[in-house]
């Protein structure tokens, strides 16, 4: 008896969300959304082929770098030389400890020394 009575207004309340959900304007919805979807994935690859074209296309990285190189003649910027004279970082030699680098006991109290004077 319970069981009838459970099923009952099991099925009285899913009869109330047929109506108010109506599954077949849910499916549709559904369908509609999948094409969407399917246009929009779609339409972004084509713009994603469409910029790789462009910007694979050859002979305008050179063209690129003709332009900057002439910019850069005209305003008197020589990269090359410049770069050239640009200090390198320091390396030391493999195998060699960085503790080696770092200041001693001593020179640390001295610095400590300097500050509270």
Known sequence: MKLANAMNATSKTMADMNKIMKPEQVAADMRAFGQAS?????????????????????????????????VLD?????????????????????????????????EIEAQLAKLRS
């Open 38 to 70: 399917m246009k929009l994935d779609m339409t972004d690859e084509m713009i994603n082929d469409t910029l790789d074209d462009m910007l694979t296309e050859s002979g305008d990285e050179e063209e690129g770098d003709k332009v900057v190189q002439q």
């Open 74 to 106: 005209e305003i008197g910027i020589e990269i090359s030389g410049k770069m050239a004279a640009a200090p390198a970082a320091h390396r030391g030699k493999l195998g060699e400890s960085s503790k080696s680098q770092l200041p001693t006991d001593e």
